[in-house]
């Protein structure tokens, strides 16, 4: 068998246990397989066994998924030919450990220490973690109560909020319209990040009112040219702009004094919100200096926003606080611990007592960490003092793991996605850390996924822009597994058949409505007259004729606005009598062997139901 291009490091990662090692690797390459390997590398190696060993994964399906490949590994490699007595030994009486191991994910973890020491984390012992289900609606009384109280007497910071006329997308994907959606969206914000408690630095030379004056003298200055140009020329329009928005201004200004509050808001609007397209107009006919002048008034408006934001959001935070306070109380009245409790309680009892801290760090012989790209920095805390070689430590960003102890493995370039907090700065923080404190960084290039051509597209698309430039991912390019397959394309793009709308101009609206047709024509010759094989997972080495089963349509999106995107493909593969399953759709109960399903079963409870018993009869089931 030839070997693979990283060979070396996948030998390094079983039998080199006495380094704490930084497993990078793409998705394909087989670095949960890996992860396992070690464990039962370190079980055969009689290292550690099942009740001292700590695998972190991210979600509780990847958890119960890792223990299922766990036993297959234990039990694989129990039954080889070639594993010597003492190591079947003690594989046998691991087995019955694996459903007490400490397989899940972060938030189990800490659950399950706070659960053994109440006392020392300072909680009710019977608490109950929550799901945002159930401390959303409490999230949701602390912010009503506090905003009623906020209506009632405004605060300098949400006096200024509340002249936004922004929409924010609130909870289900909605667009909230007003300030209170801004508000509420701040508020969750910091509940999220309630572990830095710490007050906001305020810049104390923005002087807001001296700026906003200045602002509305330059722009006087420049709008006032207007007249200087040809009013047909679109810098001259845009110039035109700025005069409509002081006219507003000076209106306004005729009822009572000058509004502050409402001239950040108006300011921030005409600066980057739904009235600055004209800024972007040009015209053939203005003066250079002229161009240079608005163009400077853009960018000090555009300063002007940032700084007033950055003004604003400590204000804010401040007032914002009652909620987080309020929200906190409730979680305690109710029993309840949310998700970031966990992680807080729990990295306080590990960072906090040493006692405790001295007896995790002894019970726990290996921590495991799948997707370490998503560690959020509680998180990171938590692992690395229960991986510290020096009890007394209680700083984690001083400490230095215990050889062989922690094993990390993950895939920086996801870390773009900051799911729960997770960033690659932490992420390449925490790695350089281990590094230095004797550490190793192995990489895994070889994909199991793909074919090289394939590969070839994407380290031809992702190379040149992931440089490894600080606070920015490196890449590292795929390696291939096996050969291109023979007389077929691994890559097709699809043309689109009918993209043109009116005047043959190129429409979205067409080319979506043109679509289905042709994915679901292409998928009919792909199955019955391409001839293209493809291999399966239970038997990579044989090639099998392509069928329905190995063809997934994946999109980004199912619906839009009120339409089920959906729906015109599920027609057109039915209409080729194309078996497929559809997941996610939102559809399913409008379909017409559903809703005859259901007028079936609402005939069979109800016999009364005139309308139902004719929807049957009349329908396709008779």
Same mark, same amino acid.
Request: hydrophobic share 40%; with cysteine.
């Given at each position: 068998?030839?070997?693979?291009?990283?060979?070396?490091?996948?030998?390094?990662?079983?039998?080199?246990?006495?380094?704490?090692?930084?497993?990078?690797?793409?998705?394909?390459?087989?670095?949960?397989?890996?992860?396992?390997?070690?464990?039962?590398?370190?079980?055969?190696?009689?290292?550690?066994?099942?009740?001292?060993?700590?695998?972190?994964?991210?979600?509780?399906?990847?958890?119960?998924?890792?223990?299922?490949?766990?036993?297959?590994?234990?039990?694989?490699?129990?039954?080889?030919?070639?594993?010597?007595?003492?190591?079947?030994?003690?594989?046998?009486?691991?087995?019955?450990?694996?459903?007490?191991?400490?397989?899940?994910?972060?938030?189990?973890?800490?659950?399950?220490?706070?659960?053994?020491?109440?006392?020392?984390?300072?909680?009710?012992?019977?608490?109950?973690?929550?799901?945002?289900?159930?401390?959303?609606?409490?999230?949701?009384?602390?912010?009503?109560?506090?905003?009623?109280?906020?209506?009632?007497? /405004?605060?300098?910071?949400?006096?200024?909020?509340?002249?936004?006329?922004?929409?924010?997308?609130?909870?289900?994907?909605?667009?909230?319209?007003?300030?209170?959606?801004?508000?509420?969206?701040?508020?969750?914000?910091?509940?999220?990040?309630?572990?830095?408690?710490?007050?906001?630095?305020?810049?104390?030379?923005?002087?807001?009112?001296?700026?906003?004056?200045?602002?509305?003298?330059?722009?006087?200055?420049?709008?006032?040219?207007?007249?200087?140009?040809?009013?047909?020329?679109?810098?001259?329009?845009?110039?035109?702009?700025?005069?409509?928005?002081?006219?507003?201004?000076?209106?306004?200004?005729?009822?009572?004094?000058?509004?502050?509050?409402?001239?950040?808001?108006?300011?921030?609007?005409?600066?980057?919100?739904?009235?600055?397209?004209?800024?972007?107009?040009?015209?053939?006919?203005?003066?250079?200096?002229?161009?240079?002048?608005?163009?400077?008034?853009?960018?000090?408006?555009?300063?002007?926003?940032?700084?007033?934001?950055?003004?604003?959001?400590?204000?804010?935070?401040?007032?914002?606080?009652?909620?987080?306070?309020?929200?906190?109380?409730?979680?305690?009245?109710?029993?309840?611990?949310?998700?970031?409790?966990?992680?807080?309680?729990?990295?306080?009892?590990?960072?906090?007592?040493?006692?405790?801290?001295?007896?995790?760090?002894?019970?726990?012989?290996?921590?495991?960490?799948?997707?370490?790209?998503?560690?959020?920095?509680?998180?990171?805390?938590?692992?690395?003092?229960?991986?510290?070689?020096?009890?007394?430590?209680?700083?984690?960003?001083?400490?230095? /793991?215990?050889?062989?102890?922690?094993?990390?493995?993950?895939?920086?370039?996801?870390?773009?996605?900051?799911?729960?907090?997770?960033?690659?700065?932490?992420?390449?923080?925490?790695?350089?850390?281990?590094?230095?404190?004797?550490?190793?960084?192995?990489?895994?290039?070889?994909?199991?996924?793909?074919?090289?051509?394939?590969?070839?597209?994407?380290?031809?698309?992702?190379?040149?822009?992931?440089?490894?430039?600080?606070?920015?991912?490196?890449?590292?390019?795929?390696?291939?597994?096996?050969?291109?397959?023979?007389?077929?394309?691994?890559?097709?793009?699809?043309?689109?058949?009918?993209?043109?709308?009116?005047?043959?101009?190129?429409?979205?609206?067409?080319?979506?409505?043109?679509? /289905?047709?042709?994915?679901?024509?292409?998928?009919?010759?792909?199955?019955?007259?391409?001839?293209?094989?493809?291999?399966?997972?239970?038997?990579?080495?044989?090639?099998? /004729?392509?069928?329905?089963?190995?063809?997934?349509?994946?999109?980004?999106?199912?619906?839009?606005?009120?339409?089920?995107?959906?729906?015109?493909?599920?027609?057109?593969?039915?209409?080729?009598?194309l078996p497929h399953l559809l997941v996610g759709g939102t559809s399913f109960h409008v379909r017409e062997e559903v809703e005859a399903i259901r007028n079936a079963l609402s005939a069979v409870e109800r016999p009364d139901d005139e309308l139902s018993v004719f929807a049957t009869l009349r329908g396709p089931l008779f």
């Open positions: 068998m030839t070997p693979l291009a990283d060979q070396q490091a996948r030998e390094r990662i079983r039998g080199d246990l006495d380094t704490t090692l930084v497993v990078e690797a793409a998705a394909g390459t087989g670095k949960t397989t890996e992860l396992v390997t070690r464990m039962v590398a370190a079980l055969v190696a009689g290292r550690a066994q099942l009740g001292g060993i700590v695998a972190v994964t991210f979600t509780e399906p990847a958890a119960g998924e890792l223990k299922l490949r766990l036993r297959s590994a234990i039990e694989r490699e129990r039954e080889s030919p070639d594993c010597p007595a003492e190591a079947r030994a003690r594989l046998v009486a691991a087995l019955p450990q694996l459903e007490e191991a400490r397989i899940g994910t972060i938030h189990s973890f800490c659950a399950d220490l706070l659960r053994e020491r109440p006392v020392e984390a300072g909680v009710d012992p019977l608490f109950e973690v929550a799901a945002n289900e159930t401390t959303r609606p409490l999230f949701d009384r602390a912010f009503d109560r506090w905003f009623d109280e906020q209506l009632r007497a /405004p605060s300098a910071g949400v006096t200024r909020i509340l002249r936004r006329q922004r929409s924010e997308r609130g909870r289900g994907g909605a667009r909230e319209q007003g300030p209170r959606a801004l508000l509420k969206n701040a508020a969750w914000a910091l509940v999220e990040r309630r572990d830095f408690p710490a007050r906001w630095r305020h810049d104390e030379g923005f002087e807001r009112e001296r700026e906003i004056d200045q602002l509305l003298e330059t722009m006087t200055a420049v709008g006032g040219r207007a007249g200087e140009l040809p009013s047909d020329d679109w810098f001259t329009r845009s110039l035109l702009e700025i005069q409509r928005f002081l006219d507003e201004v000076r209106r306004r200004e005729t009822l009572g004094p000058r509004d502050y509050d409402g001239l950040e808001a108006a300011l921030a609007e005409i600066a980057r919100g739904r009235r600055a397209r004209f800024w972007n107009w040009k015209g053939w006919r203005a003066p250079p200096e002229l161009r240079e002048a608005r163009d400077r008034l853009h960018e000090r408006l555009l300063d002007f926003v940032d700084r007033a934001g950055a003004d604003l959001a400590p204000r804010l935070r401040d007032e914002l606080w009652a909620v987080v306070e309020e929200y906190e109380r409730l979680k305690e009245r109710a029993g309840s611990l949310d998700f970031l409790d966990l992680l807080i309680r729990a990295r306080s009892l590990v960072r906090d007592d040493a006692r405790v801290r001295t007896e995790l760090q002894r019970d726990t012989t290996h921590i495991f960490v799948d997707e370490f790209q998503d560690t959020d920095p509680l998180q990171a805390e938590i692992l690395l003092l229960l991986a510290a070689d020096d009890p007394a430590e209680s700083d984690w960003r001083r400490v230095r /793991p215990r050889p062989g102890k922690l094993f990390v493995v993950g895939d920086p370039k996801q870390s773009i996605y900051r799911f729960r907090r997770a960033d690659v700065a932490l992420y390449e923080a925490v790695k350089r850390q281990i590094l230095d404190s004797g550490g190793a960084r192995v990489e895994l290039t070889v994909s199991f996924r793909a074919v090289p051509e394939i590969q070839r597209g994407v380290n031809a698309a992702f190379a040149p822009r992931m440089t490894g430039e600080p606070g920015r991912p490196g890449y590292v390019p795929l390696a291939p597994f096996r050969e291109d397959p023979a007389a077929q394309p691994a890559i097709v793009a699809l043309p689109i058949p009918a993209p043109y709308g009116d005047f043959r101009r190129i429409v979205s609206w067409r080319i979506e409505e043109s679509l /289905p047709e042709a994915v679901a024509a292409f998928i009919q010759w792909l199955v019955q007259e391409s001839g293209w094989t493809v291999t399966e997972a239970t038997a990579p080495e044989r090639r099998v /004729p392509v069928e329905p089963r190995h063809v997934c349509l994946l999109f980004r999106r199912v619906r839009s606005y009120l339409t089920d995107v959906t729906r015109p493909y599920v027609r057109a593969l039915e209409a080729r009598r």
